[in-house]
């Protein structure tokens, strides 16, 4: 990654000194996608262990569009160490919090959209409505529902976009997302609390490594 700047010099040590700076025991972390440029899961093993043995009771991992390891999710399921949990459309509870997740896609209203981006694009709304869904149904008491997504729902100039709508139909207190990697996206996409959401930006490089922390109980 150095070739995209400095920020990305050493970053695997940063990210992993930070994180156990930072996360306790009883925390539940969010990865918002895009772990490794590895295209085959034998071959992540090893990040997936380091992730599993580092603080946080559960790491809830979503798919970025450079994950090319991520192929058949089933499959997934099945070989991952403890204390992994991985969102493709779907939701779980863990303890008296819901999250759901799905990759998303660059939106048909982004400048840098393709005609050719639309199928994967629709694909995802789907998968992100099945998510929303599945996390309705799992609240029983009020619990807050995390939403994960590697693609903002935000275009790359700072629009809402049709994940942005679907999203506010629904009754979620977190939506959290990375992708995006220059500093004129960052200061475009909207964040913090809209119609009611919390909205975090979080990838690594623009919170210089350090996880960030979306919600805690009584606040
Ligand atoms: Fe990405």
Known sequence: MNQFGAIWANHPAKIVNN???I????????VAGDLTWA???DSITSDLNLISS???????????????WWKKHKKILKSLPNRIKTLCGDAIKIQ????????????????????????????ELK???????????????????????????????????????????????TCT???FHMKEEWEKIPKGRINGINFILSSTDYLSHKPVLIWEQNQ
């Open 19 to 21: 994180w156990r700076s």
């Open 23 to 30: 996360v306790d025991e009883d925390d539940i972390v969010i």
């Open 39 to 41: 295209t085959k899961f």
């Open 54 to 68: 580092l603080p946080g009771q559960q790491k809830v991992l979503i798919r970025g569009n450079h994950d090319y």
């Open 96 to 123: 008296n919090q819901i999250f759901c997740g799905t990759r998303g896609w660059i939106s048909p209203n982004d400048p840098f959209s393709d005609p050719l981006d639309n199928k994967t694009f629709q694909k």
């Open 127 to 173: 998968q992100l409505e099945m998510a929303l869904n599945a996390a309705t149904l799992l609240q029983t008491n009020y619990e807050p529902i995390h939403v994960a997504l590697h693609f903002p729902p935000f275009t790359t100039a700072g629009k809402e976009t049709r994940f942005f709508d679907l999203l506010c139909r629904f009754k979620i207190e």
């Open 177 to 179: 997302y990375g992708h």
